[in-house]
């Protein structure tokens, strides 16, 4: 039996709509800017944004490697080398990162990272990371 193919009842037609400057709807595929009502709202768990930025601050986390381990007087330090090949240490409360990362921990094979990430509506959240030794 030949003849035109009916959808289910339960599924609608297509129909395309065009998003214009003449809607109040967001386009999709655009990034998403916090409400201008909550700009000045500082959001939970905010870094300070006004602290001085440490020399680890300018470089991705992916781009950072701990190459070593060493302990003074009883203090933890990773031994970090940078992209460029620079050595660095660093010990719990250091940052690092571009995300406000700051060092929760250094233990002779991992530094544990707490960074906070702002979502699009400004509310800040923790995320862990971390970087492991490098053989």
């Given at each position: ?54 020399e ?36 719990a ?17 991992e ?12 509310d800040w ?11």
């Amino acid at each position: 039996m030949r003849g035109k193919i009916e959808p289910p009842p339960d599924v609608k037609p297509y129909e395309p709509f065009t998003y214009d400057n003449d809607t109040n709807l967001m386009d999709p595929f655009k990034p998403r800017k916090p409400d201008a009502r909550n700009s000045n709202r500082s959001g939970l768990n905010q870094p300070n944004l006004n602290r001085p930025k440490e020399e680890l601050e300018d470089f991705p986390l992916e781009s950072l490697k701990m190459v070593g381990f060493l302990s003074q007087r009883g203090v933890g330090h990773a031994v970090i080398r940078s992209a460029e090949g620079k050595i660095y240490r660093i010990k719990a409360g250091n940052y690092i990162g571009l995300n406000f990362g700051q060092v929760v921990s250094v233990t002779e094979t991992e530094t544990k990272i707490k960074e906070m990430v702002q979502d699009s509506v400004g509310d800040w959240s923790e995320r862990e990371s971390s970087l492991l030794l490098v053989e």
